[in-house]
């Protein structure tokens, strides 16, 4: 079945202890594609580029798969940039800088071959454009989206509209804890099942992610990874992979929820491994089902 | 089989944003104890407590069972006192005081009664006195200690000398940090075994522990709180936990070790939902055997 993504595509410059790259691929919609795209689905990107977007990184994107129709190249743009350091734990981040060029303003308008697409994934964005995309679909069977403290914060209004219309909400736990006001992300995360969702999945970067229903609860592990290169797209690849996996078997029970977290979460930790998506351009889907069975090995009592 | 609980009895202070209580029941020792005392077995406790240690105290440790004789008094001492302030959070806690009293140059001496107890539980404590306690027994089967960052600043040689002699060592992922000066919690916990360990398993509170040896990588979850109301405690709660189902299985095989922690994480669930051990007081074990079982419905995929 089809994945549709709807997120960024932009020239990443990422800074970590060991090592600084400039204007890599990058974005929530090349992130989340990709790690989709593994699971042998139509995967369909919906976003915006500059003039300035290499062809090379086209070309990679065409490599796996992913149909670029919904890519719109602004002639006379330029692509959205985005530079950020981290510390030597990886766990803060500082944002170096952002130029959002040609995303600004952006109005997706899906290609007709798009809009039956029966898996939505709308990374992190405006909530009014991941709306409008929502809108222009036809009997999506799961929408799941991404949201941040931005958005959170500035247009909460928009945001609440959209929960309401979405199936599966996936954020961090900060922003978890900031969009309810509860320092509990149990209850946090509970909180937010009211306002529309019937599914609440937190990301706790190495410590797992966690799935919350009014009737279940799931706690995914993390792949436990020595070498982190850089964590920039983890969030993403996660999310994008549960997708793939999701269109795969075309199922959307609460099992198949629980093992599409488990390939998200494997898919994430070979993101980690690498800067950009060099590490995912040598997955071998063996690899990803042997990290499968080791954490279904981990979590074994 | 018997359960050696080494550590402190101490009258706590807390402080949260919602409550404050002065003078309670606390200590590594006692959490450990109690903890270890849901199993069925003997638990015996070393420790040392001031003439202002009261009775209703001694008789909570004496109604769980636990075997007294090697708590020493000090008729013309102090009981140790500590108090701690918890934020909004949980996350970060502030030590208020720390009076050692009747703790300082205490050395413990067994009872020997105690000498051929198979599990053994060294809470944090300095190194020395740790390495006394295992000198002092015959034949321990299994032994389990704990550390912190003092320790790990203050007496670093005397703790290598002390890890050289330990079957399992338990630590938060700070501390892991701390002990190894690597941001990565999985090379961390596996270079700690260089010291001697054959395990090592790293806490990592809300996001539960995990236990790394040689061959085996286990992720254990931390039952999900939606209530917390003083975490302290919670670390010693777990390990005695641990010891206390491995003592009453007789058994220390890694299968043995898995259950133990979520058994473990199971009681620290109960320590923090109430102050002090009050909610320990109250449980019965067929809780802690449904919120095991919830927790392996958590973690199936």
Known sequence: ??????????????????????????????????????????????GVVGADFPQTYTAILETHGIDLQGLTRVEDG???????????????????FTELNVIEGFQPVLPETYKEAPYLFLANNSPASQLSIIEQTTHPKLVVCDTMDFWINEE?????????????LVLNDSEARLLTGDANVVRAAETILRYGPERVIVKKGEHGAISITESSYFNAPAYPIRQVADPTGAGDSFAGGMMGYLASVEDTSEEAIRSAMVYGAVVASFNIEDFSINRQKRVQFSEISSRYRELQDAVRF
């Open 1 to 46: 079945m089809a994945v549709l993504v709807f997120g960024t595509v932009t020239l990443d410059t990422v800074e970590t202890p060991r090592r600084r790259v400039e204007d890599v691929l990058g974005g929530s919609g090349v992130y989340a594609a990709i790690a989709a795209s593994f699971f042998g689905n139509t995967v369909r990107l919906v």
């Open 78 to 96: 330029k692509s959205f940039r985005w530079g950020g350091r981290y510390t030597e734990d990886f766990n803060v981040r500082d944002t170096l």
């Open 156 to 168: 909460r209004e928009a945001l609440e509209a959209l929960l309401a219309r979405v199936d599966v």
